[in-house]
């Protein structure tokens, strides 16, 4: 059975950080590119960032340079470092695992951004 769990959402005061975390198993990490998305409400699910396999990064224009994807192959886990956060950021962050056809979805972590 293929889990994606994520974790490290929460509640942040605009400026501040947060880093999500997701542990993937019953699938070959390794071989999946991994990426994060967003939905806000009344919107749709956009990406926001993905990693293949080999390392290789690409972002949403709205967060680059704010936040970092990152993975690690050993732990079977994804993450995305989010710093300096806006109320704009505010979504349920979903992690998700690519391999041609295959994909598997999380069930989400809300990030809320909000003084």
């Known amino acids: 059975q293929v889990q994606l769990v994520e974790s490290g959402g929460g509640l942040v005061q605009p400026g501040g950080s947060l880093r999500l975390s997701c542990v993937v198993s019953?699938?070959?990490?390794?071989?999946?590119?991994m990426g994060w998305y967003r939905q806000a409400p009344g919107k749709q699910r956009e990406l926001v960032a993905d990693i293949s396999g080999s390392m290789r990064t690409k972002y949403a224009d709205s967060v680059k340079g704010r936040f970092t994807i990152s993975r690690d192959n050993a732990k079977n886990t994804g993450y995305l470092q989010m710093n300096s956060l806006k109320p704009e950021d505010r979504a349920v962050y979903y992690c998700?695992?690519?391999?041609?056809?295959?994909?598997?979805w999380g069930q989400g972590t809300q990030v809320t951004v909000s003084s």
């Open positions: 998700n695992a690519q391999m041609g056809t295959r994909q598997y």
């Open positions: 019953g699938i070959t990490f390794r071989f999946y590119a």
